[in-house]
């Protein structure tokens, strides 16, 4: 019983090491922002090919779906 306590603390004394290296790792880096997501433009031809994939994958799943009853 002893031994598997020393085998613990130690597994646990090694894994606060880690997580203490890490911290001052990430601590002595320089913070550098996160960019932002470009937003797309979407013209009109790019909202159609959009809206016409939606409306042919409704019709798919009303076909798939009317079977099943």
Not at 2 to 16: G, I, S
């Given at each position: ?16 090491t880690y997580l203490q ?49």
């Open positions: 019983m002893e031994e598997r306590q020393k085998k613990m603390a130690a597994a646990l004394a090694a894994v606060n290296q890490e911290e001052a790792l990430a601590a002595a880096q320089p913070q550098l922002p996160v960019p932002r997501p470009v937003q797309a433009v979407e013209g009109g031809w790019v909202m159609s090919g959009k809206m016409e994939m939606m409306s042919m994958r409704r019709l798919i799943q009303m076909r798939a779906f009317g079977r099943v009853r």
